[in-house]
Nanobody, 115 residues
Framework: QVQLVESGGGLVQPGGSLRLSCAASGSIFRLNAMGWYRQAPGKQRELVATILSGGFTNYADSMKGRFTISRDNAKNTVYLQMENLKPEDTAVYYC?????????WGQGTQVTVSS
């Protein structure tokens, strides 16, 4: 089994920043890609960014320039640095990991951008 625990969400004003973290534990010997997705109320879950164990990153076009994904392989942790946040970034952010071809999800962390 693989466990993913997210942290770092919260309430932030427009233009503010947040850093999300997601720590993987359990049977993660073949941990490969990790990433972040988000789901806003009434919308489908969408990709934010992914990062491979070697550091290659992929971003959704709308996230490029404001969001940065990074990873600490020694800690099995992935981060999402979010800058210049906008109200439309309000969503539940989910951590994702691929281990030996299987997909795992965290419980989600709420990010609310509001004045």
């Amino acid at each position: 089994q693989v466990q993913l625990v997210e942290s770092g969400g919260g309430l932030v004003q427009p233009g503010g920043s947040l850093r999300l973290s997601c720590a993987a534990s359990g049977s993660i010997f073949r941990l490969n890609a990790m990433g972040w997705y988000r789901q806003a109320p009434g919308k489908q879950r969408e990709l934010v960014a992914t990062i491979l164990s070697g550091g290659f990153t992929n971003y959704a076009d709308s996230m490029k320039g404001r969001f940065t994904i990074s990873r600490d392989n020694a800690k099995n942790t992935v981060y999402l640095q979010m800058e210049n946040l906008k109200p439309e970034d309000t969503a539940v952010y989910y951590c994702n990991a691929i281990v030996a071809g299987s997909y795992y999800w965290g419980q989600g962390t709420q990010v609310t951008v509001s004045s």
